[in-house]
């Protein structure tokens, strides 16, 4: 499970947080919603323990920078950083090595076919394409098969199968018991599969639902979405 108590973050004298708190359970995947520079990127950054920030946030019960929370944890960045001299496949033997992955090759082999990589394995860092390293940076992210996993807008730059194939992946991480946190503001592109969903707004969490009281209720998440982000 994750959980974020009381998170702010100043960059200088810019606001990007602003007191935010929430929690996803475990087995369950919660979509973080928000126009451009709603803050979601440094939530995400500030769960996976890259900046300064004041407030507490827990992986699976452990402090995000210990050691022990940061082996439970995956992260896809929003912008793919592949190393230019390794190929696809050292990619992934790098991550296994760094992890200590044990049997880690056949998952390897069926990530990288299910993401169409499979004849792009031997192509350097440097050679992929922005969609072709998006996958790659999934594919590592979720390797390791973590128990929680945030995905900072994964889904900029993938063609529609690996779109259908991201999705397919994160339900069955999910059913496997994942702890899930993805920012996106493509609503339509998770709106089948989401458990739970934080609209961000100027910093804070203006609105926050699961998908049993949005059913119970008939709430309609992108009228809601433009209600909230327009009526400034
Ligand atoms: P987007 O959808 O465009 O990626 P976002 O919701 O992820 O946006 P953030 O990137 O978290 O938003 O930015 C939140 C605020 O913090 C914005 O006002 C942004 O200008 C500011 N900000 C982000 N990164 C920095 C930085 N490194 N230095 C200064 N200000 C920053």
């Not at 945030?150 to 529609?160: A, R, S």
């Not at 996106?184 to 707004?201: A, G, N, P």
């Amino acid at each position: 499970m994750l959980r974020i108590n009381e998170l702010t973050k100043f960059y200088g004298q810019t606001c990007a947080v602003n007191n935010v708190s929430l929690e996803v359970p475990a087995g369950c995947i919660s979509i973080l919603l928000g126009p451009n520079g709603a803050g979601k990127s440094t939530v995400i950054k500030s769960i996976a323990g890259l900046l300064r920030y004041s407030g507490r946030v827990e992986i699976s019960g452990h402090e995000n920078k210990s050691v022990e929370a940061k082996r439970y944890l995956g992260y896809v960045a929003e912008f793919p950083a592949m190393y230019e001299l390794l190929t696809v496949r050292e990619h992934l033997e790098f991550i296994a090595r760094a992890y200590k992955l044990k049997d880690w090759e056949d998952r390897a082999e069926r990530l990288l076919e299910g993401f169409q990589l499979t004849d792009k394995a031997d192509k350097l860092g440097s050679d992929l394409s922005k969609g072709m390293q998006q996958k790659l940076s999934i594919i590592c992210g979720v390797l390791p098969q973590p128990k929680v996993c945030l995905f900072d807008e994964p889904l900029v730059g993938l063609d529609p199968h690996a779109i259908k194939e991201f999705k397919n992946l994160v339900v069955q991480m999910r059913d496997e018991g994942c702890t899930i946190l993805i920012s996106t503001h493509m609503i339509d592109s998770v709106k089948e599969f989401w458990d739970s969903t934080y609209i961000m707004m100027d910093g804070k969490i203006a609105y926050h639902t699961t998908r049993e009281i949005a059913e119970e209720m008939n709430i309609d998440i992108e009228k809601i979405f433009f209600d909230i982000t327009e009526k400034k």
